[in-house]
């Protein structure tokens, strides 16, 4: 029998007498679950909950973040919080201490604190039933009522929308992308398995290079299972890894936030030059497309972008205008096998992102411009912007928003890809969203460090459980929900 030090999930014992089931709803891909019965009753189709506990934790860069436990009266649940390095300005507020004698400033004691003495009492209090879930999102929200969920913290109220989320699918005994599917209104349907984006040399923000473009993926689009789409994503890896440590040295071989290699090259082609060598070389040619996310926001200075950003005396005459960087990616499109680019352009640099989409036939993610954020997603679409959305449910703060996100998107004709933070956790909740929202593409970084491989091994259980009723979203990973 395991303790609660060794199953988080571990359910606790009711006062009337009982028996126990072990229980793999409906088989053991998700975490186990203890249920108690007494011999005359069967699950409560209400499970209220019982108790809200919230706790400051540690996210993969060693920075503080908000866990959330949510106990109903057949078990305890726990989420925890992701958070962005490249944010940004109209997300949902992260709410940081502040103090700089603590934690560099960046402790979340006074968001636990919200969720512990305000948010967990009141929605207890409530008592609403947890397989609502956009009652209780509902409710979080108009308890926060703020634009931007600043009252309380976005990292607060998601930790208590994600927990609420999981012990929801418990009440109704499905795992959690079924409950997820049925929210989003594809209860029924083929499960679509997603492409991943393996995001395997790092720039920008997430590492120390000079690279100034943040992300250059690989999507093994030509798999024919996600079983081989990660054979393939690790494959590609370690090649990639021999590559960079003949051109450039044991030291350029060491990775970013994210798991990806951070070569210290400023030349942004070079990096797309590396991923074809290793993709040939593995043996993939074909078989795998590449992806880029640019966080062209980050180095925006006034209305030019700087590509050595890094550089505190950049030559201001190589600065180039929206159009001179368009150029620039028609010219890599051109020239290599880039599926999708996301944020080409700073989060309000709206005429170049209508440019950039009218010009270009491949996909174009906004994750800065659209945030997850419905009210601005429902511009992008109006104005042609963008025809894919990057969903980050720590953008918005509650589950049921990120739901309503990815369905406006979808009915749009958009693409959504479901991503992770460079800020992770353990948490793989997003693994059990993407198949949920039927997306067909999720990135979650390199095949490399326990915090992104959580997210991609659970999909692996999936699909297992699944015994092969599924599809692999491959070359329609931009209409995936469609299949």
Not at 453 to 481: C, M, P, T, V, W
């Amino acid at each position: 029998m395991y303790s609660k030090s060794q199953n988080p999930f571990l359910f606790s014992r009711p006062s009337f007498p009982f028996f126990f089931l072990l229980h793999y709803p409906p088989s053991t891909t998700h975490q186990v679950q203890l249920f108690f019965f007494s011999s005359t009753n069967t699950v409560s189709s209400t499970m209220p909950i019982t108790k809200i506990h919230a706790r400051q934790i540690f996210d993969s860069r060693g920075n503080p973040t908000v866990e959330v436990d949510v106990t109903t009266e057949h078990g305890l649940f726990r989420a925890a919080v992701p958070s962005g390095a490249s944010t940004g300005v109209h997300e949902a507020l992260e709410l940081r201490d502040g103090d700089k004698s603590a934690y560099v400033g960046k402790g979340v004691t006074q968001a636990v604190k919200n969720v512990n003495t305000v948010l967990g009492p009141k929605l207890i209090e409530a008592n609403i039933n947890v397989q609502d879930q956009a009652a209780v999102d509902e409710f979080l929200i108009a308890t926060d009522n703020s634009d931007n969920k600043s009252t309380y913290g976005a990292n607060a109220i998601l930790g208590v929308s994600m927990a609420v989320l999981k012990a929801g699918a418990a009440a109704k005994g499905v795992p959690l992308y079924r409950h997820i599917a049925d929210l989003a209104g594809h209860g029924g349907k083929k499960i679509v398995m997603p492409v991943p984006a393996f995001n395997v040399i790092n720039g920008g923000s997430h590492a120390g290079n000079k690279l100034a473009m943040q992300e250059f993926m690989i999507l093994p689009t030509g798999a024919s299972s996600f079983a081989e789409a990660m054979k393939i994503g690790s494959e590609v890896y370690h090649t990639l890894k021999s590559v960079i440590k003949k051109k450039y040295g044991q030291d350029a071989t060491n990775v970013g936030d994210e798991g990806g290699f951070a070569p210290n090259i400023q030349d942004n082609e070079e990096g797309l030059k590396l991923l074809i060598q290793a993709i040939n070389d593995a043996g993939y040619e074909g078989k795998v497309k590449i992806g880029m996310d640019v966080a062209a926001s980050e180095f925006l200075k006034g209305e030019q972008y700087d590509l050595d950003f890094k550089n505190a005396s950049s030559d201001s005459s190589k600065w180039l205008s929206g159009k001179e960087l368009a150029s620039l990616y028609k010219g890599f499109i051109d020239n290599y096998p880039i599926v999708s680019v996301e944020d080409p352009f700073d989060q309000d640099d709206w005429e170049a992102w209508k440019h950039v989409t009218s010009e270009v036939n491949i996909q174009i993610v906004g994750d800065d411009l659209t945030v997850t954020n419905p009210k601005r997603i429902d511009r992008a679409i109006k104005e042609k912007a963008c025809n894919a959305l990057l969903l980050k449910v720590n953008q918005i703060g509650t589950i049921t928003e990120s739901i309503k996100a990815a369905t406006l998107s979808q009915s749009s004709g958009w693409g959504v890809m479901v991503s992770h933070r460079s800020g992770e956790t353990e948490d793989y909740t997003i693994a059990d969203l993407v198949v949920g929202l039927r997306t067909g593409q999720i990135k979650t970084g390199a095949p490399c460090r326990s915090e992104r491989l959580a997210k991609y091994n659970q999909l692996l259980r999936i699909e297992e459980e699944l015994n092969g009723d599924s599809i692999y979203a491959g070359e329609n990973f931009r209409s995936a929900h469609t299949l």
